[in-house]
């Protein structure tokens, strides 16, 4: 069983991105399921898994 909430590092791994572009991509809202707890950033699993992708708008961490 896959845990609900990842780590910005797993989810980095999961979108096959650079931890960095990640957190860019977080600081600018383009992120689903962000949540933070504490200090730490955790990102809902499920979020990621059904994020529509494709060509519609701006790379990862590319402002609009």
């Known amino acids: ?3 609900a909430f990842l780590t910005v590092d797993e989810a ?3 979108l096959r ?3 960095k572009t990640l ?3 977080i600081r600018l809202g383009q992120v689903p ?4 707890i ?3 950033l955790r990102i809902r699993r499920d979020a ?3 994020w529509p992708t494709g060509n519609s708008g ?6 609009r």
Not at 33 to 36: C, F, T, Y
Not at 58 to 63: H, R, S
């Open 1 to 3: 069983m896959h845990p």
């Open 12 to 14: 980095a791994t999961l």
């Open 17 to 19: 991105v650079n931890r």
């Open 23 to 25: 957190y860019e991509a």
């Open 33 to 36: 399921g962000v949540a933070r």
């Open 38 to 40: 504490g200090k730490a």
């Open 48 to 50: 990621l898994v059904t």
């Open 58 to 63: 701006p790379a990862l961490g590319e402002k």
